[in-house]
């Protein structure tokens, strides 16, 4: 069965840090672009972040860019997400999934979200 299973979440005050993981398994990992994507009940789903199968090409929305670096481990089948200088506005559920382009309809595989709570 494919399952990514994300963890790491939780509150953090502002200008805080957080890593989240996502554990695949039921796939072959080191042959998927992957992706993180949030949701937020004022933005709804918006894609963060995305990394190549190999882990050599990152890209990011303007409204992590230079906060948020996105790196995975393909021998433990792990992708991470390094969160940095946190805002409120970060507080979201955080999704990882498959998917070769930031338009996130497509993504096939989809994890049960990380919640991560930023406030005082």
């Known amino acids: 069965q494919v399952q ?3 963890s790491g979440g939780g509150l ?3 200008g805080g840090s957080l890593r989240l993981s996502c554990v695949a398994s039921g796939f072959t990992f080191s042959l998927r672009f992957m992706n993180w994507v949030r949701l937020t009940p004022g933005e709804g789903l918006e894609w963060v972040s995305r ?3 190999g882990g050599g090409t990152t890209q990011y929305s303007d409204s992590v860019k230079g906060r948020f670096t996105v790196s995975r481990d393909n021998a433990k089948n792990t992708l991470y997400l390094e969160m940095n200088s946190l805002k409120p ?3 979201a ?3 990882c999934a498959t998917g070769g382009s930031s338009m996130w309809p497509d993504y096939e595989f989809w994890g049960q979200g990380a919640q991560v709570t930023v406030s005082l």
Do not use: A, G, K, R
């Open 89 to 91: 506005e970060d507080t």
């Open 12 to 14: 953090v005050q502002p």
């Open 4 to 6: 990514l299973v994300e």
């Open 51 to 53: 990394i190549n199968n």
């Open 93 to 95: 559920l955080y999704y």
